[in-house]
């Protein structure tokens, strides 16, 4: 079974650039969520799709930061413009709802950095 | 809130046993672990629910104690490959998928 897959791995760009960040969920998974993970620390929530529906977008900087995940699928989150403090690395996970738990996958990352 | 987690590092020789804790401040639904090796993604271990029973596979285990927020992950025996940060995620009291991250806890195992 194919897991999360990510695209890009890595990314540079200067600040005020725009950037975005592709992510496949594993088949069959309704639940999509993006992460942000600063170094040294455990990942950060920034948005939880349930198949279309954005349920959970709370500690998302909607001024700069945006995401869709058109036909429940594949999601895209954008940050336009990007500042210095948006370098991290960025991580989507995907879970199904098997047994009453949400066990979460977690694709590769997308490393950002923004000079 | 974000759980704590204890001890923030520690380091091991091979075959000797470990103790990773977790604590919150808010009533749990499920705690969940994960493994992450450097420059790599989250490995997801276990889940424990709720009134769940104590989980575990081969050398590794864990427990959760719903009254007191707290879950613990066990390490025995460990080997060179268990080295890695580990990260506990909770949830709250309603069964929604959110997760809240720990601050994680360094493991290095030497031969």
């Known amino acids: 079974e194919a897991g999360v897959v990510q695209s890009p791995r890595y990314k540079i760009i200067e600040k005020k650039q725009p950037v975005a960040f592709w992510c496949n969920p594993i088949s069959g998974h309704n639940t999509l969520y993006w992460y942000r993970q600063n170094l040294g620390q455990g990942p950060e929530l920034l948005i939880r799709y349930e198949n279309e529906e954005a349920v959970d977008d709370s500690q998302l900087p909607k001024d700069r930061f945006s995401a869709e995940r058109l036909k429940g699928v594949d999601s895209t989150l954008k940050i336009q413009p990007a500042e210095l403090g948006d370098s991290a690395v960025y991580l989507c996970?995907?879970?199904?709802?098997?047994?009453?738990?949400?066990?979460?996958?977690f694709g590769p990352g997308t490393r950002l950095t923004v000079t | 809130q974000q759980p704590v987690q204890s001890p923030q590092a520690v380091i091991l020789r091979e075959g000797e046993d470990a103790v990773i804790n977790c604590s919150s401040s808010?009533?749990?639904?499920?705690v969940h672990w994960y493994r992450q090796k450097h420059g790599e993604a989250p490995v997801f271990l276990m889940i424990l629910l709720k009134g769940g029973e104590q989980k575990g596979h081969e050398k590794i285990s864990a427990s959760f104690n719903e009254k007191k927020q707290q879950s613990s992950l066990y390490l025995t025996a460990s080997q060179l490959s268990y080295s890695g940060t580990y990260f506990c995620g909770t949830a709250g009291s309603s069964n929604t998928g959110k997760l809240i991250f720990g601050q994680g806890t360094t493991l290095q195992v030497k031969p």
């Open positions: 808010k009533a749990l639904y499920s």
């Open positions: 996970a995907s879970s199904g709802l098997a047994g009453g738990t949400y066990e979460q996958y």
